[in-house]
Structures are given as structure tokens and as C-alpha cells.
């Protein structure tokens, strides 16, 4: 069965190896998304996660200041980051984090245990674009190293991994009937698997990997202008059933989602979902994004 029953979808193919979808639905209920596919062999592409900066890890930044920052095609908001709720600029990203080669933040127990997963599987992306799902090496002291025998190049992590193998995996709190959780029951929400931090419908970012590791998808989905967003489930069943994808991360969501994509005809630089963090309408500054650089489909 479809989880969602579509309602309107707009497609483009505005770089080459990129496909933008911009689309809305009724069902579960009213939300509005932006999905980005990348072709990972197509020529021309490359990938940029925001650089170490300041006193800390990074100095944060809102995603369509860093695509126009650094002349991108599309960007998206990535790493959780602390701390937060907090005006300060410096921050230090959560999980495993690489940039142009340079490792500045390894896996990690996490503060926010009753939302985000110890040692958090990664997203990697070499310098040829061969991208793979990553774990810590347990020899690791400083979080910094992975099992898989990849060069770290471009990585990400989020809160855990929702989709592996093709199968819906939303982290669980330990209990009784979950002793392996990977989640601690509490937090704000008093949050349990009766009551799951994933389950709150909201705005979201997740990022996910095709089965032949040649498609990376990049989604988000808004809580503002009508769209009442999803729960991370339901992320995870629209990205398996309609995308084709087969590994997938949830990334920082809520108030700090946020794609932005530069239109191929007039450079102009612009957010395409809408921020629901309402100080911020131009997106929230956030602690890393994911920059990605195509060629206009003009020049195949």
C-alpha cells in the first residue's frame, strides 16, 4: 500500500545528474516537500559539507547563506549540533563529520540520548563520489575512524539511521521489550516507545542511499504554509517506496530543515522549502549543511 496518496508533483531536471522534485499530498496529511536526486556518475558533480571554523567545531550558518557563500547548486541542512536552543554562533556538531578530507568530529554518546542514537551511523562521500553508509571502528578512541575500508571525504550524521537494507529501522528506547535500544527513555517529552521523539510529526531532513549506491536522495518535508509535516516512519516508508531508497539517516529537523537550490537561469539563490523556524524565515542558522556543485544541463 502507498503511504501517500499524491496530490500535485512538479519534476525538473535543473543540473545535470540532478532531479528536483517539488511535491505535495493529502495524505496522511497535508504536507509539502522538496526532494533532490543525484546521479552520483554524472560528470561535473561534487559534494562540500560546511569546514571547521572557530572556537569550537563550526561557526553556524544558515544553508542558503552557505550555498550562495560558496557558489553551489543546492544545499541542505545536515548535522545536529549544540548547543542549542542557543543564540551562540560557535558550535560543535554531533556525530561524525568530514569536510574536504579533514575529520573535526567523531561519533559520539550524545546529550539528547532520548532522540539521538550512540554513535549514529554516517553518510560518506569520497572524493570519486562513491558514497556509503558508515560506522565507528571500535578501536577508535577519538570517534574519528570508520569499520569500512573507504577514504573519509564527505560525511554526515543525524540521529540514526531510519532505513537499512530496505528496512525501516527507527531507533528504539531501551525497555524491557527493547534491550538493545538505542535511544534512553526521557528527555522534555518524557519521550518512550509509547511516545516516540520520531513520531511527532514535524518538519524533516533525511538523506538516503539507493541499493547500487548510484542515487543519492536528499528530502525534506515542511510544518508551515499548510504542510503539517511527517514522523520519521513515515519518511522512512515514502523514501524506500517511492525513491528507491535502500540506507537513509534522519538529519537535524524541525526549525533548522532547509533546502535552498540556485535557479539555473537567473543564479538567482533562494530557500525552495519554507523555515518553520519563525525567527528566521530565511532558514535557521545551522551547525553544518551539505553543498552540492552540478553543471547547468545545458553543458552535458
Not at 5 to 15: G, K
Not at 111 to 118: C, I, K, N, R, T
Request: proline share 6%; aromatic share 6%.
Amino acid at each position: 500500500m502507498r503511504l501517500l496518496v499524491i496530490l500535485v508533483t512538479l519534476l525538473s531536471h535543473p543540473y545535470v545528474g540532478i532531479t528536483y522534485i517539488d511535491r505535495t499530498e493529502t495524505s496522511p496529511r497535508p504536507v509539502h516537500m522538496h526532494i533532490v536526486q543525484i546521479d552520483l556518475r554524472a560528470p561535473g558533480l561534487r559534494f562540500q559539507l560546511s569546514p571547521p571554523a572557530g572556537g569550537r567545531e563550526v561557526v553556524r550558518q544558515t544553508t542558503l547563506g552557505y550555498l550562495t557563500q560558496e557558489g553551489a547548486q543546492v544545499a541542505v541542512n545536515a548535522h545536529f549540533f549544540l548547543p542549542f536552543p542557543s543564540d551562540e554562533k560557535e558550535s560543535w556538531l554531533i556525530g561524525l563529520a568530514a569536510s574536504d578530507g579533514r575529520v573535526y568530529s567523531g561519533f559520539e554518546s550524545p546529550e539528547q540520548a532520548y532522540a539521538l542514537a550512540h554513535d549514529a551511523a554516517a553518510l560518506n562521500i569520497d572524493r570519486e563520489n562513491r558514497a556509503a553508509i558508515v560506522h565507528r571502528d571500535p578501536r577508535s578512541l577519538d570517534g574519528k575512524s570508520v569499520r569500512e575500508p573507504v577514504a573519509l571525504w564527505t560525511a554526515v550524521a543525524g540521529s540514526g539511521q531510519i532505513v537499512t537494507d530496505g528496512v525501516k529501522t527507527v531507533p528504539e528506547y531501551v525497555d524491557r521489550e527493547h534491550p538493545d535500544g538505542a535511544l534512553t527513555p526521557g528527555g522534555p517529552g518524557d519521550f518512550s516507545n509509547e511516545k516516540s521523539w520520531y513520531d511527532v510529526a514535524t518538519a524533516r531532513t533525511a538523506i538516503g542511499l539507493s541499493r547500487d549506491g548510484r542515487t543519492l536522495t536528499l528530502f525534506t518535508v515542511d510544518v508551515r504554509g499548510g504542510s503539517e509535516g511527517l514522523r520519521v516512519g513515515e519518511v522512512a516508508d515514502l523514501l524506500m517506496t517511492d525513491y528507491g531508497v535502500w540506507n537513509a539517516l534522519n538529519l537535524d529537523g524541525g526549525g533548522s530543515t532547509s533546502m535552498a537550490m540556485e535557479d539555473p537561469a537567473t543564479h538567482t539563490r533562494a530557500m525552495v522549502n519554507m523555515s518553520s523556524d519563525r525567527d528566521n524565515p530565511s532558514g535557521r542558522s545551522v551547525g553544518s549543511s551539505l553543498a552540492i556543485f552540478a553543471r547547468p544541463s545545458s553543458q552535458r
